[in-house]
């Protein structure tokens, strides 16, 4: 790894860990919108789409498979409150059914290791609200074929199934828009406050708790 890349790397890595450790302590509020006793939710600094956001444990783990079961369900958990949360602000029709995410469409996902696209090693989830007509542009690379592949029919193992016995699919393959990056850019302090208070606000009108 040429040196200007590796001492990026480092960076990267240590402001994430600095990230997780000041979470801990809480001295880090105006990003986390949401803690438990090993989670914690975050606005993202350059999301792909609106309402990209991140769950992440409280312990610096690189793999998914270090976390204790007790984390682990900690962590879906948070990551299922905060979809149902994300469906209230993003997709009005289930604000009369806050258990009902199903109003809206979401890519939730993992990226565990670095040949999966991690860049670096703290686990996070990813929830990202896929609101009809925001997509990012055309043009991808070869590290979102995977992503094509499993959305496409190359993916869909039960399509042919579905046709043979129920007709045709409501939609057949599901695929989504692929993002570019390069579009991608970094967002303000101001612009992360704000959006963490108001899904703060949301999740408070669920009901739900959040640790200090």
Known sequence: MPQQDSEQFVSSLNAKRLTC?????????VQVFFKTAHSFALVNLKPLLQGHVLICPLKPYKRLTDLLPVEV?????????????????YFPSASSSPAAPEAGSFNIAVQDGADAGQTVPHVHVHIIPRIPGETGKDGSGPRDEIYEQMAGEEGNV????????LGKRPKAGGQFATIEDAMRKARSMEEMVEEAKSY????????AVSEK
Do not use: P
């Open 21 to 29: 450790v000041l979470v801990q302590r809480g001295l880090i509020r």
């Open 73 to 89: 369900t900690d962590l879906f958990t948070t990551t299922q409150l905060v979809q149902k949360m994300l469906a209230r602000r």
């Open 158 to 165: 039960g399509g042919a199934l579905w046709d043979k016995e």
């Open 200 to 207: 703060r606000a949301l999740l408070e009108e669920m009901g």
